[in-house]
């Protein structure tokens, strides 16, 4: 019987978690454009991951570009499944291995959500956005005993989140998963500026949506709290928000940009 780490490297899930990879970072173009559409005065747009997914459906060709999407993002979310059980072997410390494994299992489980997303929107199916959800489950845990104790640290632990993938882009950190000499000379330089930005926009978004959440903890009021679509929207409304919604909007380009030359590069 095949153990996890030769199916891994079978070259059929290989090139599928790589194609697959493609599609993520798709997914994070497509929310730069809806990003830069609120900077420049569209607050109607949904700047979330579904909202990016929805994009998608109102084109010609929506639905069959929706189905492959969703497919993509399955086998990305089992190839990144596959590194959490038996990857990242070239990072010698034990911390840092098992940070690279459990962000494994966080990509894993959003490129899954949003495979799911493209099916219902391919379907015709209704689909709730970030905020929506993130206000009912605010509101079920405030309910609890301790409600506002629970949701203060579920924000703290979000903002962190966001910290530690903005820290990967200003240190650099996530070149030592890419193997640099699978890409043209010429492209190395943009590939390290392009992911520095696009980890550090990545994390600023989480910050974002971590103080919302704390907003919500601390008023006891669920409709404080929100998911991406809300963080950035409530960015966009403060003074100088436009430009720093601006400079996210380039970050999720820039990740975006490092996922298709991850897809290529990454040692996994």
Known sequence: MATTGEVRRHPAVQVLGRAGMVCYGLVHVLLAA???QVVLGDSGERTD???AVSALAQTSVGPILLW???LGLFAFAGWQLTMAVSGYGWVTKKRKRVYRKCGSVGRAVTGIVIGIAA?????????????EQSQTWTARVLALPFGQVLVGAVALFVIGLGVAVARKGVKKSFEDDLDMSDLPPATRGWVERLGRIGWIGKGASYVLI???VGFAAINADPSESGGMDKALHTLAAQPYGLFALAVIAIGFLGFGAYCFAAAKAHKG
Do not use: D, R
């Open 68 to 70: 492959v999407l969703a």
């Open 210 to 212: 971590g103080i919302l």
């Open 34 to 36: 809806l990003t830069a």
């Open 119 to 131: 099916i219902g929107y391919a379907t015709g199916s209704s689909q709730s956005n970030s905020t």
């Open 49 to 51: 991951q579904k909202g």
